[in-house]
């Protein structure tokens, strides 16, 4: 078995932090993880710290400045249901969509209406590198849609409609600036 790409980063989990828009590494697509290891493990760790501390239900790799396939979620239904996704692939299972609200924590203070389907089978690994399969059509369906977009480089921002941008455009204009 050949060497991990993430093996020859050196990576210090306990210093990685959640980046905002519009750091760079949010819009690149990210790479597959090729071996579910102690560092991917020491990562979602951290991942679950960081997002716990933003009062967040879901945090992607890329928001912490991993070009990684992966994301963490909390069940908002269920606060006790934490899980982690590696290579996840989604499939809509109902294609009725609900418009809802939805913040990121790489873009604090921006609030979007998101149009996403209803019903989500999500496939991938977890920490063990075992293979993980669910469905829902609970909230937790647009938290996965969410996280998944972030691992193609796309944000809430790219889904504003003209409405969404005037309300926001303050706080895009406070962020670009830093």
Sequence with gaps: ?????????????????????????????AQPV????DLVRAV?????????????IGLAAPQIGLSWRMFVTRDPE???????????????????????????????????NVNRPLGIRIRGLNE?????DEVSNEHIARVWQHEHDHLDGRLIIDR?????????RRALRDLKRG
């Design 78 to 112: 269920d606060e006790t249901k934490n899980s982690v996704w590696i290579n996840p692939e989604l499939e809509v299972i109902e294609d009725s969509k609900e418009s809802d609200e939805e913040g990121c924590l790489s873009l604090p203070g921006i609030l979007v």
């Design 44 to 56: 979602a760790v951290r991942m679950f710290q960081l997002m716990e501390e933003a009062a967040g």
């Design 1 to 29: 078995m050949g060497v991990s790409y993430h093996a020859l980063m050196t990576i210090d989990p306990g210093n990685l932090g959640i980046l905002t828009h519009p750091h760079p590494t949010l819009r690149m697509p």
């Design 34 to 37: 090729e071996e579910v290891d």
């Design 128 to 132: 063990r590198g075992e293979p993980v």
């Design 160 to 168: 504003m409609s003209s409405m969404d941008r005037l309300r926001n």
